[in-house]
């Protein structure tokens, strides 16, 4: 096989051409180097192709591998890094934001590290909307690099803020891609852009390197083709850190053949009918209907608390605290996006006591979800009410009331894992998706129930014609 | 004080705390903003809480390792 053949294969599929030295590690790091450069601009995904690491690494990685030196399944898979990622060696890190396009530091984040002790290839960071989206924005141009476009159409959106990632992954730019999620971050991108996202549990994945925009909201994840390639990722970069006191010591393991099988528990979220494309609707139905001889299903709805209140307040408080010196030095007048300029002051209004209300009501949030998810192997709702929005349109008239989608708010809230999954087509070509929830520490359940689905569907191996060839 | 003053309150702090020029449509667009989280603060008071519910946080005093 040519290495340009290989680009829309999964890291497993990938991986074992490389372990045979059937394709050359350098030879597939050029293929990705170059579609990154002729067709990252094109969905505005990349701000730096890592060119010159990416081939030291590359010789290095052949010259292991021919000695036989595997390190694993993402040893020569080449990569890409979202920007809010620290990266040594001067390449910038620029979170998003045109006051931060030169920032260097002089080390890499925990999770940049762990990728390459397990012989991964970083080749790009990827574009993100700035300041992941903190700043309060309300339309797709909201990143000095130009909005995030899904290779599923030229005219929408790709999603945020990982956009760069979900764009990339869906072009066959790189196999895979490290998002972020604080709020939506991960499933939108997947969502939109048609590939598979996966949102660990809070504390699964040290955030130390990252740029901080909420201390107790941010999560990091992979975005990839399918749900195994998530499941390899999250082996390599999951795992205490001294460096993030929020780490988690609790190991991750994953081995495919040791998944839980079918049935499986599901507690079904219905869309309800306010704002719901009839795609998506119709899609999300299918798709219960494809997993019916693997699951057993229950309409549940969700305990009712403030989720949103909950999860607004928290992050209006910590986004305060992290970006306080450079709200006070003016830098919000550099942002991209308008509405950006001016939201974020109300923000910092939060009174303290209302902050720490926000995380009493927590942790019943917590409790409740927990015993409704002790009943049920995962919960499961489509991930957005709509495609991809316009690049021309807001969030507010185009979304009209469901940005937002409650299963999204509450897991976040509670810092539960999810897997975001593609499950159709919808409205102006766009793809459509449902997510799975599970428990805390409960990744293996999700990646289990959407393994099984795409083993009996193909929506996740769909390429956007545009990108099959340079 | 009704809610409309401790908006005003908020507004001049903001102000206060970041002396940035603003113009009049960008101050009233903090003043929105404002407004919403007194909305959602209300929310989060709306819900009852004890004593006994304690944040999610947990604090932990900090120890080196050994070497």
């Not at chain 1, 990266?87 to 931060?100: D, L, M, R, S, Y």
């Not at chain 1, 593609?422 to 459509?432: A, I, K, Q, S």
């Amino acid at each position: 096989m040519q290495a340009t053949e290989a680009v829309f294969l999964s890291i497993r599929q990938l991986g074992e051409l490389i372990r045979t030295q059937q394709l050359s590690v350098p030879d597939i790091v050029e293929v990705f180097l170059e579609r990154l450069r002729t067709l990252g601009p094109q969905y505005n995904a990349v701000v730096t192709l890592t060119a010159e690491r990416a081939r030291r690494q590359a010789q290095q990685a052949a010259a292991d591998i021919a000695a036989g030196h595997y390190r694993g399944p993402l040893h020569g898979i080449p990569y890409g890094a979202k920007d809010l990622l620290a990266t040594a060696e001067g390449i910038p890190t620029t979170w998003g934001a045109a006051p931060f396009r030169q920032q260097c530091f002089d080390y890499d984040a925990t999770v940049i590290r762990r990728l390459d002790q397990a012989g991964a290839i970083l080749v790009a960071k990827l574009a993100m909307v700035e300041l992941a989206g903190g700043m309060g924005y309300t339309q797709p141009h909201a990143s000095f690099t130009g909005p995030g476009i899904t290779p599923w159409n030229r005219q929408a959106w790709s999603g945020g803020s990982s956009s760069g990632s979900g764009a990339a992954v869906a072009a066959g730019l790189v196999p895979f891609a490290i998002g972020s999620e604080t709020w939506g971050s991960i499933a939108v991108p997947a969502h939109n852009c048609g590939v598979t996202g996966l949102r660990p549990t809070y504390g699964r994945v040290s955030r130390f390197g990252a740029m901080a925009l909420s201390w107790t909201l941010d999560k990091l994840g992979p975005l990839a083709r399918c749900a195994d390639d998530c499941a390899l990722v999250l082996a390599a970069i999951a795992g205490p850190d001294p460096a993030d006191p929020s780490a988690s010591a609790r190991p991750y393991v994953y081995d495919s053949q040791a998944l839980r099988r079918p049935p499986f528990r599901l507690g079904v979220l219905m869309p309800g009918e306010e704002g719901v494309q009839e795609a998506v609707r119709a899609n999300f139905t299918e798709a219960l209907e494809t997993l019916q001889p693997f699951v057993l299903c229950e309409a549940v709805e969700l305990p009712e608390l403030p989720y949103e209140a909950v999860m607004q307040t928290i992050l209006d408080a910590e986004m305060a605290s992290a970006f306080d010196d450079f709200m006070a030095q003016g830098g919000l007048a550099q942002l991209t996006a308008p509405e950006s300029r001016q939201a974020a002051y109300a923000r910092t209004m939060v009174l303290a006591k209302d902050y720490l209300r926000a995380l009493r009501i927590r942790r019943h949030i917590a409790r409740a979800l927990d015993t409704l998810l002790s009943q049920y192997d995962a919960l499961v709702a489509p991930t957005m009410a709509k495609v991809a929005c316009p690049l021309t349109m807001d969030f507010p008239t185009y979304m009209a009331g469901r940005r937002r989608e409650p299963l999204n708010t509450a897991s976040n809230a509670a810092g539960l894992p999810a897997i975001f999954i593609p499950n159709g087509f919808g409205e102006r070509g766009l793809p459509t998706g449902m997510q799975f929830v599970g428990r805390a520490w409960g990744e293996n359940g999700l990646i289990a129930i959407a393994q099984t689905y795409q083993r009996t569907t193909a929506w996740h191996t769909a390429i956007p014609e545009d990108v099959k060839k340079l | 004080m009704d809610s409309s003053s401790s908006i005003d309150l908020l507004v001049q702090l903001v102000l206060t705390h970041y002396p940035t020029p603003l113009t009049t449509s960008q101050s009233t667009v903090i003043r929105e903003g404002i407004s919403r989280l007194e909305q959602t603060a209300r929310t989060l008071r709306a819900y009852p809480l004890d004593n006994a519910d304690e944040p999610l946080t947990v604090f932990h005093p900090y120890r080196a390792e050994r070497e």
